[in-house]
C-alpha cells in the first residue's frame, strides 16, 4: 500500500477525533462463495410506526387531506414506502404502547375515546387504531408487527387482543372484530411483549425478574389464543441509564426461552460533538452487543426444554440525536430529526452490520418510517425523502440471500472508544448466482482503490454501480430538492476473478452482478 504522509490538521480545524493521515489509499475485498454466515432475513428490512408527533396522524394517515386516499391514508408516503420494500412494519409503539388500551382504537370512530399518552404528552383521539393498520399494511404489502401493552396493561388486555386479530369466530373478541366488518381474521403472527421494560422512562418499568414473570404468563396466554404466532420478548434498551444489558438480557432469557422466538435490542446514534469519525464508527457497537447477546442466546438454549432457536430483532435503530430532548421530544412535531450525508452514511453501517451477523440477526426496524425520526418528511403539500432513505432502499430491493464473510484488507482509523476501524465497511450478499457487495468508504477526504477478488468462481459480465454521495456531508434533502439520492453509475465490464474499483470519499456503494 502506498502512503503519502501529509498530516491535514482536521481535528484542530473541525473537531474529528483523529488526524487524517493518508492518501493514495488502496484496499482489497476477498469474496468466498464458501465462508457462509447464514441467510439474510427479508426481515431485516422493516420499519416502525408510533402513536407519536406526526408519525400517523398526519404522516401515513391524514383524513381530509387532498393527498389522501378514501380511507385517509397518504397515497405520497405509501409510495415511498413501497420504494423502501418494508417487509414487516412494528406497531404500536414504542414508549406510547405502555399506555395503549387496544379496544381504544376499535369500532365506530365517533365512538373511540379521546385519551391523554402520558408518554409523549400528547392527546390521542384513537381514530386510528388496530383495523386501521391492518388495512395499511396491506396496502404497503408488509407483515404487520404488533407490541402489546405489558406495561400500564393485563394478561387478558394482551391475549384478548391476539384473540381479537387471529381467531376466526367463536369467542367474544372474533365476534367483535366479525361485528366491527371484519370477518376474516388478520393472523397477525409477530407480537412484541411490551417495550423498553427495563427504562426507568417506560409506564410500568420493571426490574428483570419482575418482567420476566408477568411476560411469561402473557406469553403463555397468547400462544394458548393462537399457537402459531411468534413472540418477541424485550431485551435492554441500553441507553438513558436503563438497566444494565447484560444483566436484563440474561434473566429475561432465563424466564421466556421456552416461549420467545427473538430478543429485542435498540440502538441509536448520534453526532453531538461533531466528531464525524467516532460517528462513522459508532456501528461498531452492534457486532458487540450482537455478539454478547448471542452467547447469552446460547447459554439459555442450553436449558430449554424442548431445543429451539431464538434469534436478534434490533427492532428499534437510527440517527437520532438532534430531536431527542425537552420540546424537540413533545407535541405534534416531536421527533423531526432533519438528516445528512453522514447520517445516511451510518445507517449503511447498521445494515452492513445486520446482514453480517446474519446468523443470528433475522429482524430489524428501523425507527421510525414518515416525519418521526424518518427517511420521509411531509407537509400538507407534499413529501421528500430524506438522506437516510437513499442506502435503506438500496439494501431492500437487493441485498437477500446468503451473506458472505468477506475478508476485508483496509486502511484503518482511531477513535477514543474504537481502535483500527476500516475505513470501508463492507457487507457481501451472494443470491442464485448474483453477488451483492456493499460498501462504506467512511474516510472523509480521500477516495480509497480497492481491488475486489473471488476466492471461489469467477465474475462475468455486466456489474451495475449504485452510489449515495453528496459535496458535502453536512448536507439535507428538503421539500423540491434531493440532492442526496442515488445515482447510477457507469457499468462494469467484468471477466475473470477481480475488478478495480475507487470507492469515492465518504460515500455508499452498491455494485451487483454475476458471480459463478
Known amino acids: 500500500m502506498v502512503k503519502k504522509v501529509c498530516f491535514l490538521i482536521v481535528g484542530l480545524l473541525v473537531g474529528y477525533s483523529i488526524i487524517a493521515y493518508t492518501a493514495d489509499l488502496t484496499a482489497r475485498i476477498k469474496i468466498d462463495t464458501e465462508r457462509k454466515i447464514g441467510e439474510i432475513d427479508k426481515h431485516i428490512y422493516g420499519n416502525f410506526t408510533e402513536h407519536l408527533g406526526r408519525c400517523i396522524y398526519g404522516g401515513i394517515y391524514d383524513p381530509g387531506s387532498k393527498l389522501s386516499d378514501k380511507e385517509g391514508f397518504r397515497k405520497d408516503v405509501l409510495e ?24 381504544d ?50 394478561l387478558d388486555e394482551a391475549r384478548n387482543w391476539v384473540e381479537y386479530c387471529n ?181 449503511a453501517g447498521f445494515l452492513n452490520a445486520f446482514i453480517n451477523n446474519a446468523h443470528i440477526v433475522k429482524m430489524a426496524n428501523m425507527a421510525q418510517l414518515v416525519n418521526v425520526i424518518a427517511p420521509m418528511f411531509t407537509s400538507e403539500t407534499g413529501m421528500f425523502r430524506q438522506t437516510i432513505y437513499f442506502p435503506l432502499a438500496l439494501y431492500a430491493n437487493n441485498s437477500f440471500g446468503v451473506a458472505l464473510d468477506a475478508f476485508v484488507d483496509s486502511p484503518t482509523f482511531d477513535t477514543e472508544q474504537w481502535k483500527q476501524v476500516p475505513y470501508l465497511d463492507v457487507s457481501v450478499a451472494y443470491n442464485n448466482g448474483d453477488v451483492i457487495i456493499n460498501v462504506v468508504n467512511r474516510h472523509m477526504t480521500d477516495n480509497i482503490k480497492t481491488k475486489i477478488l473471488s476466492q471461489t468462481g469467477e465474475f462475468s459480465g455486466t456489474f451495475t454501480v449504485h452510489e449515495v454521495n453528496g459535496p458535502d456531508i453536512k448536507m439535507e434533502n428538503t421539500f423540491g430538492s434531493e440532492p442526496i439520492h442515488t445515482v447510477k453509475k457507469p457499468d462494469i465490464s467484468v471477466n475473470g476473478n477481480s475488478f478495480t474499483v475507487e470507492f469515492p470519499a465518504h460515500s455508499y456503494t452498491m455494485i451487483r452482478g454475476k458471480l459463478k
Open 80 to 103: 415511498a414506502a413501497k420504494g423502501l420494500n418494508v417487509t414487516i412494519l412494528r406497531w404500536p409503539g414504542g414508549n406510547f404502547v405502555s399506555g395503549y388500551h387496544w379496544l
Open 105 to 154: 382504537g376499535v369500532g365506530p370512530k365517533d365512538k373511540r375515546p379521546e385519551r391523554t399518552d402520558l408518554a409523549w404528552q400528547t392527546p390521542e383521539p384513537n381514530t386510528f387504531g388496530t383495523d386501521e393498520f391492518v388495512e395499511f399494511c396491506r396496502k404497503l404489502g408488509t407483515e404487520p408487527y404488533f407490541a402489546v401493552n405489558l406495561g400500564t396493561g393485563t
Open 167 to 347: 381467531v376466526k369466530d367463536g369467542p367474544y373478541y372474533a365476534e367483535l372484530r366479525k361485528k366491527y366488518g371484519h370477518a376474516e381474521p388478520y393472523n397477525v403472527m409477530y407480537w412484541s411483549l411490551g417495550n423498553e421494560m427495563d427504562g426507568w422512562w417506560q409506564m410500568g418499568h420493571k426490574n428483570a425478574d419482575d418482567y420476566g414473570k408477568f411476560a411469561l404468563e402473557a406469553a403463555k396466554l397468547m400462544k394458548w389464543t393462537s399457537p402459531d404466532i411468534k413472540l418477541i420478548a424485550a431485551g435492554s434498551s441500553n441507553f438513558y441509564g436503563g438497566a444494565d444489558p447484560h444483566g436484563w438480557n440474561r434473566i429475561v432469557l432465563d424466564y421466556l426461552k421456552d416461549y420467545i422466538d427473538y430478543i429485542a435490542l435498540h440502538k441509536y446514534v448520534g453526532n453531538r460533538d461533531n466528531d464525524y469519525y467516532s460517528f462513522m464508527a459508532s456501528t461498531m457497537d452492534i457486532y458487540d452487543r450482537t455478539q454478547i447477546v448471542e452467547g447469552q442466546i446460547m447459554e439459555a438454549m442450553s436449558k430449554m426444554r424442548q431445543p429451539r432457536q431464538i434469534y436478534v430483532a434490533w427492532d428499534e435503530y437510527n440517527v437520532w440525536y438532534r430531536a431527542r430532548g425537552g420540546a424537540a421530544a413533545r407535541g405534534r412535531n416531536a421527533l423531526e430529526e432533519k438528516y445528512n450525508l453522514e447520517d445516511a452514511l451510518v445507517v
